[in-house]
């Protein structure tokens, strides 16, 4: 069939990422002409997160994102990866800063300080050149948005983003559940992902509450 469904309810790291980037590549030899990709995640790592974007941009079909319930953090780089946008008006996306976690009494030194905080500043521009390029935002607001820890609703997000479609009201949403019902549907869940081998642990995503 020509339009498939995958509904992505999972953290963004290397298991996740490669499974996701292995459904693609599936599709797209059976002959996928549209995807639709739902997504309700929890953000996770920035370099599994923009590979899974540059997945969704380097195939040939026409790919379409809808934020179904929470994008947060590098989730939102991946929504971006859509030719069109939907989100469901009660909707939401969370911006903050990239950090690290590490084990209780490891030392810190100046070096390593710096090195960390250079490698948290050069994640953070990426993420907001790749913000900048599919929205109305400039890279200096992007960068603003990590610094402020915020979560947007659906109308700020449209109002910034060159979207091809307004939020999408209770009918659209209703209007997605039957289309996944009726076409071939894949689902990428936690519970998923836990089968596959991963050597790295995924970050911890600060919730923040809305303000």
Not at 156 to 161: F, V
Not at 163 to 170: E, Y
Not at 194 to 211: G, T
């Amino acid at each position: 069939m020509s339009e498939h469904t995958i509904l992505f309810k999972a953290p963004i790291k290397v298991a996740t990422a490669n499974a996701f980037a292995g459904l693609l590549v599936q599709l797209q030899k059976s002959g996928a002409k549209r995807v639709t990709l739902a997504i309700n995640s929890p953000g996770g790592q920035v370099v599994s997160g923009i590979s899974m974007y540059n997945t969704l941009r380097a195939m040939p079909f026409e790919v379409i994102t809808h934020n179904i319930g929470n994008v947060d953090s590098i989730s939102n780089v991946v929504f971006l990866g859509g030719h069109k946008r939907y989100m469901c008006a009660a909707s939401t996306f969370m911006f903050h800063g990239v950090g690290f976690d590490w084990a209780t009494n490891q030392r810190l030194e100046e070096k390593s300080l710096r090195t960390m905080l250079d490698a948290v500043l050069a994640d953070q521009k990426r993420m907001s050149g790749i913000i900048a390029e599919r929205t109305k935002l400039s890279v200096d607001e992007c960068m603003e948005l990590f610094r402020e820890q915020t979560i947007r609703d659906a109308a700020w997000w449209t109002a910034l983003a060159r979207l091809r479609c307004p939020p999408t009201t209770a009918a659209m949403c209703t209007s997605l559940r039957r289309t996944t019902r009726r076409l071939p549907t894949q689902e990428l869940t936690a519970a998923a992902e836990e089968r596959a081998p991963s050597r790295q642990r995924a970050p911890q995503v600060p919730r923040v509450r809305a303000r």
